[in-house]
């Protein structure tokens, strides 16, 4: 007898010291596993929005002050209002997801759930990233055009350019914030790649069981 016989043989031996697992059980499992994938992705975005909404909270006073000499601090609430309704409808698609999944009967039902959940949280990642990259571009072409106002209004609230020529000052400060906003930028990416990504990849493995189930 080979190797490959030999392990049939030990495998259909052991075999029947296992309870066989049904359709419904599997289902069931999958099912079980898909629902508390969604409803942490429900959790973990109420998190992020929490976390927003208190490091909003925490800018200094001096930075404030900077804004409000800018004049966009009126454009800054508005966006910011703007965000967060958007964010609270995201929330509560996933909230809706996670519903769904829950009282889902069949293979098919939820697998397009699955599908639909997948696809809502990819819309939600790139709305924050393209929405932070657009700000980012925005802000700092108003700094550009406004670069006396800009100049004045650093100045009257931080002393951390005091030692740069009148002459470099826009450009240093508008290298310094591209960079700090990329490596937030980056930062953000990379905490959706984790989580996010990690949370979708397990869903995908899950749609790919049900498919097999189908076939």
């Given at each position: 007898m080979d190797e490959l016989e030999l392990l049939k043989s030990k495998w259909q031996s052991q075999e029947q010291k296992f309870p066989k697992l049904?359709?419904?059980?599997?289902?069931?499992?999958?099912?079980?596993?898909?629902?508390?994938?969604?409803?942490?992705?429900?959790?973990?975005?109420?998190?992020?929005?929490?976390?927003?909404?208190?490091?909003?909270?925490?800018?200094?006073?001096?930075?404030?002050?900077?804004?409000?000499?800018?004049?966009?601090?009126?454009?800054?609430?508005?966006?910011?209002?703007?965000?967060?309704?958007?964010?609270?409808?995201?929330?509560?698609?996933?909230?809706?997801?996670?519903?769904?999944?829950?009282?889902?009967?069949?293979?098919?039902?939820?697998?397009?759930?699955?599908?639909?959940?997948?696809q809502t949280v990819k819309y939600f990642v790139i709305y924050n990233i393209g929405t932070t990259i657009l700000l980012m571009i925005g802000v700092n072409i108003f700094y550009y055009v406004n670069g006396d106002a800009l100049a004045a209004a650093v100045k009257h609230n931080t002393h951390q350019y005091d030692a740069i020529p009148p002459e470099l000052f826009l450009e240093k400060f508008l290298l310094l914030n591209i960079i700090g906003g990329a490596i937030m930028l980056a930062l953000v990416l990379l905490f959706y790649f984790l989580v996010y990504g990690f949370l979708l990849k397990r869903l995908k493995r899950n749609y790919k069981e049900l498919q097999k189930m189908e076939m």
């Amino acid at each position: 007898m080979d190797e490959l016989e030999l392990l049939k043989s030990k495998w259909q031996s052991q075999e029947q010291k296992f309870p066989k697992l049904t359709f419904n059980d599997i289902y069931k499992m999958l099912l079980k596993k898909s629902s508390s994938i969604v409803k942490w992705i429900f959790y973990i975005s109420i998190g992020e929005l929490l976390f927003w909404a208190t490091l909003s909270f925490l800018v200094p006073d001096s930075t404030q002050d900077f804004v409000t000499e800018m004049g966009l601090d009126t454009i800054f609430l508005v966006i910011n209002i703007i965000h967060y309704c958007v964010f609270a409808f995201f929330i509560f698609l996933f909230w809706k997801n996670h519903k769904k999944i829950q009282t889902t009967d069949s293979v098919g039902t939820l697998m397009n759930n699955i599908l639909k959940t997948r696809q809502t949280v990819k819309y939600f990642v790139i709305y924050n990233i393209g929405t932070t990259i657009l700000l980012m571009i925005g802000v700092n072409i108003f700094y550009y055009v406004n670069g006396d106002a800009l100049a004045a209004a650093v100045k009257h609230n931080t002393h951390q350019y005091d030692a740069i020529p009148p002459e470099l000052f826009l450009e240093k400060f508008l290298l310094l914030n591209i960079i700090g906003g990329a490596i937030m930028l980056a930062l953000v990416l990379l905490f959706y790649f984790l989580v996010y990504g990690f949370l979708l990849k397990r869903l995908k493995r899950n749609y790919k069981e049900l498919q097999k189930m189908e076939m």
